[in-house]
């Protein structure tokens, strides 16, 4: 009798065998489709664009606006349907801010070809809206930025858009 093939007949060593072909089976389904869905959030100069945000934050903290942002989301927002967005704008001697401009931008964390922005128009002094349609549901990030004489503050938030 051979013992050769026996070898091939232990059931430890086709369990072992076999989870050990499901792993790299699985790892190659993983990396092709990590290839082939790449969302594109990479950008080429990373380098140039955090020195850039650097000093930006210290031009920021330099001249500190004391500014109140509050954001208000009407609720459920759905796919294809406008959403109303609000904000109201004070400065820290609760005066009311009047920006140059006032912007609502929307980023899908998972692929950036869908990110658009959105002027907000003025409501009343120091009250803006804007109402916007998002294209696909999930979850979206929210950026108003509000620039008056060349400072700008933003306000973030994420929502959570239905189907």
Request: charged letters at 20%.
């Amino acid at each position: 009798m051979s013992k050769s093939g026996s070898l091939f007949k232990n059931p430890t060593l086709l369990v072992w065998g076999g989870l050990m072909v499901a792993f790299v089976l699985a790892n190659g389904v993983f990396i092709y489709l990590a290839q082939k869905s790449n969302p594109g959030l990479v950008v080429d100069n990373y380098y140039e664009r955090g020195q850039d945000y650097e000093k930006n934050m210290l031009k920021r903290m330099a001249n500190a606006p004391d500014w109140q942002l509050e954001l208000i989301v009407a609720e459920p927002i759905r796919t294809a349907q406008p959403a109303r967005f609000e904000l109201t704008a004070t400065s820290g001697s609760e005066s009311v801010l009047n920006p140059d401009r006032v912007t609502v931008h929307a980023y899908r964390p998972t692929d950036a070809k869908y990110d658009f922005a959105t002027p907000m128009a003025e409501l009343n002094s120091g009250v803006y809206r804007a109402e916007v349609t998002f294209p696909l549901p999930g979850n979206w990030d929210l950026l108003v930025t509000v620039e008056k004489d060349g400072v700008e503050h933003s306000a973030a938030r994420r929502v959570q858009v239905a189907d």
